[in-house]
């Protein structure tokens, strides 16, 4: 059975800016299971309304910063957490506050409304220095971010550089007040890649992207990359194949093997 928390004294009555408030523990158990965050660790909840992420995530005794837009939540964060030297609140708006330069996590329910913007602002170009997100999202957007073929360059840009799955889907009732669609919980995680590695792989998916019907033998033919069926295959693409059926994620399993094989070996056992 799912439990649902009875509204407590954090859980505003009213609904003021067009938001939905998690009620569920067992989705915040996901959530906080999805990254496992620890001591050590930084954790930004973006959206954090009256504190309900960040008391869970504060549990696990990580640094959490406290991201809010609204004033009253502002000062109902800094009352609750006052005593909690680990939990900073950041008044300010999640598409520009600034954010860690150090390795992160993010472990948020966020409005609906700028979920895109937040996605964006995590795994863009910029390189921020986030390692694994759990997002609650719409079903929808977590549906098509999760595609193994991308319907978007965007969203492709994005699955090369971050594994981005689907933990669970959040019926509507687990919010309040309850959303007219499902959600879902989103996990999002940085691939272990060089900069280099990450380079080649954007680079593999424009060409892809550019010419959806050549055969990915002919396109490698065209780079510096070695396309050996052995090797092509152990990166879960069929050397024959149209470029566009390559999901995100191949192109950079293939980009890791061209920069660094030997490294790439040794990690799974069978080096020298
Ligand atoms: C969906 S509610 C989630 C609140 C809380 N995290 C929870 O799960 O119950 C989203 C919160 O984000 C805040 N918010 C809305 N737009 C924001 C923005 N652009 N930047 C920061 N916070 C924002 C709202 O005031 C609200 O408290």
Known sequence: MPQHRR????????????????????????????????????VVDVGAGPGVVTAAVARTGARVIAVERDPDFVRTLRTRFRDRPR????????????????????????????????????????????RCAALTVEWGLARRVTAPLPRSREVAQWACRFDLTLVRRVPARCFRPTPTVDSAVLAIRR???????????TDLLDAAWHEPSRSVRAL???????????LLRRCGIEPGSRAATVPPGAWAALAVETISPSARRERQGDGV
């Open 220 to 230: 490698l033919r065209r780079s510096d990359v070695r396309g050996e069926p052995r």
């Open 7 to 42: 509204p407590s004294r954090h859980t505003p009555a009213a609904n003021p800016s067009g938001v939905h408030f998690l009620v569920s523990d067992d989705v915040l158990r996901a959530m906080i299971r999805t990254c496992a965050p620890g001591p050590g660790d930084l």
């Open 87 to 130: 939990v900073r609140v950041v008044g300010g708006d999640l598409r520009t506050v600034p954010l860690p330069r150090r390795d992160f996590l993010v472990v948020a329910n966020p409005p609906y409304a700028v979920s895109t913007a937040l996605l964006r602002r995590l795994l863009g170009r910029g390189r921020p220095a986030l």
């Open 191 to 201: 691939r272990p890649m060089s900069r280099s590695a990450e380079a080649l792989a």
